[in-house]
C-alpha cells in the first residue's frame, strides 16, 4: 500500500525543506512517513529553528534548510549515534 500511495502521490522524502512553513505545505505528503520518520524530522527541524536565530559565526553547518526530508532524517539519525 505505501509503495502505491508514493506511486501516485510521491515520496515524501523527496520534499525539499526550504522554511519551517513547508512543513504545512507538504503536510499531507509528510504524513505518509512513519512515525519514527516523523519524530527524526521534528527534531531535526527544531534543531535547524535554534540555528537559524544563532549568528552567522555560531552556526552549526549540520543543521539548515535547503534539503530533503530524506536527508534531514539521514542527517538527524547520524548525529544521535
Not at 505528503?29 to 519524530?39: I, Q
Request: a neutral charge; proline letters at 4%.
Amino acid at each position: 500500500m505505501r509503495k502505491l500511495l508514493t506511486f501516485f502521490f510521491g515520496d515524501p522524502k523527496e520534499v525539499i525543506l526550504q522554511s519551517k512553513h513547508d512543513i504545512q505545505k507538504h503536510a499531507g505528503k509528510l504524513s505518509r512517513l512513519s512515525e519514527e520518520e516523523r519524530e527524526i524530522l521534528t527534531d531535526y527541524l527544531s534543531y535547524t529553528e535554534m540555528n537559524e536565530r544563532l549568528p552567522n559565526s555560531e552556526k552549526n553547518p549540520n543543521y539548515h534548510y535547503g534539503i530533503s526530508v530524506g536527508q534531514a532524517i539521514e542527517k538527524q539519525k547520524y548525529h544521535m549515534n
